[in-house]
C-alpha cells in the first residue's frame, strides 16, 4: 500500500475513473487537489487554488475529461465556514481546467455531487448557514452556462446525501435537522423542474445509491452503524457508515464500528447474516 502527502492535511474526497479529488491544507489554506492514479501510483497531479480557501468535493467522467466540484473563496471553520461560492469547473484528460464556475447560492454554497447528461450536467449541494440551511440544484450545458439554479429549503441543519437518476429525472437525497433528524427525498424532472419530497427515515444518511433496484441509504441512527436497504433497516452497534460499494449479488458498506474500521457485506441471499471485517478481526458474522 502507498501512501502520499502534500500538505499539512491531505483529504481525497471523491473518485471518477481514475482521478482522485480533494483538499489540500498548505499551512495557510485549503486547495483544490486533482491526482491521476494508476495502480497505486499517482502519476499527475494539479491544484487549483485563489482567494482564501478551496475545497474539492466531487467529480464525474467525461468522454473527453472531467467534471468537478466543490467550494471556493470561502473561509474553512469547525462550523462549515462563509462566504462559500459553489464551483465546478470542466478539465481535459490532463487536467487542465478549460471553464469553470463560481456561483454564489445564498452566501454559501458548495458542490457535492455532479451528474453529466447527454444534454449537459447538473449539480447539487448544501447552502446557506448553521440556523438556515438548505440544498440547491443546478443544471449547466457542457460549455459552463448555468440555465437554471433552484435554492430551497430554511432548516436548522442539512446533510446533502447524493444526486441520482430515477423513473422522471433526478432524485436528490439529503438529510434535515428539524428538532431530529429524517432523510428526505427531492423529486425533480429531467429539466430541473421540482415534483415533490418525501420523508424516507429517521437518521443521517452520509451516503446513498441504488442497487438491485432498491435504495440504500447508510450513515448512523442516533449513535448506530445504519444502513437501509429498501425499507430493511440494519443496526450494527456503535458507528458510521462513510461508503459504499455494490455488487450484482452484494453490498459492501464501510465505515466505523464499536471504535474499529470496518467493511461489511450485505448479501441478497442471505438477509439478517451480516459479515464484517475489522483491522482487529480477521472475520465475524452478525447474528
Same mark, same amino acid.
Given at each position: 500500500?502507498?501512501?502520499?502527502?502534500?500538505?499539512?492535511?491531505?483529504?481525497?474526497?471523491?473518485?471518477? #475513473?481514475?482521478?482522485?479529488?480533494?483538499?489540500?491544507?498548505?499551512?495557510?489554506?485549503?486547495?483544490?487537489?486533482?491526482?491521476?492514479?494508476? *495502480?497505486?501510483?499517482?502519476?499527475?497531479?494539479?491544484?487549483?487554488?485563489?482567494?482564501?480557501?478551496?475545497?474539492?468535493?466531487?467529480? !464525474?467522467?467525461?468522454?473527453?475529461?472531467?467534471?468537478?466540484? *466543490?467550494?471556493?473563496?470561502?473561509?474553512?471553520?469547525?462550523?462549515?465556514?462563509?462566504?462559500?461560492?459553489? =464551483?465546478?469547473?470542466?478539465?481535459?484528460?490532463?487536467?487542465?481546467?478549460?471553464?469553470?464556475? #463560481?456561483?454564489?447560492?445564498?452566501?454559501?454554497?458548495?458542490?457535492?455531487?455532479?451528474?453529466?447528461?447527454?444534454?449537459?450536467?447538473?449539480?447539487? *449541494?448544501?447552502?446557506?448557514?448553521? *440556523?438556515? #440551511?438548505?440544498?440547491?440544484?443546478?443544471?449547466?450545458?457542457?460549455?459552463?452556462?448555468?440555465?437554471?439554479?433552484?435554492?430551497?429549503?430554511?432548516?436548522?441543519?442539512?446533510?446533502?446525501?447524493?444526486?441520482?437518476?430515477?423513473?422522471?429525472?433526478?432524485?436528490?437525497?439529503?438529510?434535515?435537522?428539524?428538532?431530529?433528524?429524517?432523510?428526505?427525498?427531492?423529486?425533480?424532472?429531467?429539466?430541473?423542474?421540482?415534483? /415533490?419530497?418525501?420523508?424516507?427515515?429517521?437518521?443521517?444518511?452520509?451516503?446513498?445509491?441504488?442497487?438491485?433496484?432498491?435504495?440504500?441509504? !447508510?450513515? =448512523?441512527? /442516533?449513535?448506530?452503524?445504519?444502513?437501509?436497504?429498501? #425499507?430493511?433497516?440494519?443496526?450494527?452497534?456503535?458507528?458510521?457508515?462513510?461508503?459504499?460499494?455494490?455488487?450484482?449479488?452484494?453490498?459492501?458498506?464501510?465505515?466505523?464500528?464499536?471504535?474499529?474500521?470496518?467493511?461489511?457485506?450485505?448479501?441478497?441471499?442471505?438477509?439478517?447474516?451480516?459479515?464484517?471485517?475489522?483491522?482487529?478481526?480477521?472475520?465475524?458474522?452478525?447474528?
Amino acid at each position: 500500500m502507498r501512501t502520499y502527502s502534500f500538505g499539512v492535511e491531505t483529504v481525497p474526497a471523491a473518485m471518477a #475513473k481514475d482521478l482522485v479529488v480533494g483538499s489540500v491544507h498548505d499551512g495557510r489554506n485549503y486547495r483544490i487537489m486533482l491526482a491521476r492514479v494508476v *495502480g497505486e501510483e499517482i502519476i499527475e497531479t494539479r491544484f487549483l487554488a485563489g482567494e482564501n480557501d478551496w475545497e474539492g468535493h466531487s467529480a !464525474a467522467e467525461l468522454d473527453s475529461g472531467y467534471i468537478i466540484g *466543490g467550494a471556493v473563496e470561502g473561509v474553512a471553520t469547525p462550523d462549515g465556514g462563509e462566504g462559500w461560492k459553489a =464551483y465546478v469547473a470542466r478539465l481535459d484528460k490532463s487536467l487542465n481546467v478549460l471553464w469553470e464556475r #463560481k456561483i454564489d447560492v445564498r452566501e454559501n454554497g458548495a458542490v457535492y455531487s455532479v451528474l453529466p447528461t447527454e444534454e449537459g450536467l447538473f449539480i447539487a *449541494g448544501e447552502t446557506g448557514r448553521s *440556523g438556515g #440551511k438548505g440544498f440547491f440544484l443546478g443544471r449547466l450545458s457542457l460549455e459552463g452556462e448555468l440555465l437554471l439554479l433552484r435554492d430551497f429549503g430554511h432548516w436548522e441543519d442539512v446533510v446533502f446525501t447524493a444526486l441520482l437518476p430515477s423513473e422522471n429525472g433526478f432524485k436528490l437525497i439529503g438529510s434535515v435537522k428539524t428538532g431530529r433528524w429524517e432523510v428526505r427525498a427531492f423529486d425533480f424532472g429531467s429539466s430541473g423542474e421540482f415534483l /415533490g419530497e418525501k420523508t424516507l427515515a429517521e437518521g443521517i444518511a452520509l451516503t446513498a445509491d441504488l442497487w438491485c433496484e432498491k435504495l440504500v441509504l !447508510a450513515g =448512523y441512527r /442516533g449513535e448506530n452503524f445504519w444502513v437501509r436497504v429498501g #425499507k430493511r433497516n440494519i443496526t450494527l452497534g456503535e458507528g458510521t457508515v462513510t461508503s459504499m460499494f455494490a455488487t450484482k449479488d452484494c453490498l459492501l458498506v464501510g465505515g466505523e464500528l464499536e471504535g474499529n474500521a470496518v467493511i461489511v457485506e450485505l448479501s441478497l441471499n442471505s438477509p439478517g447474516r451480516e459479515k464484517w471485517w475489522t483491522r482487529e478481526s480477521p472475520g465475524r458474522t452478525a447474528r
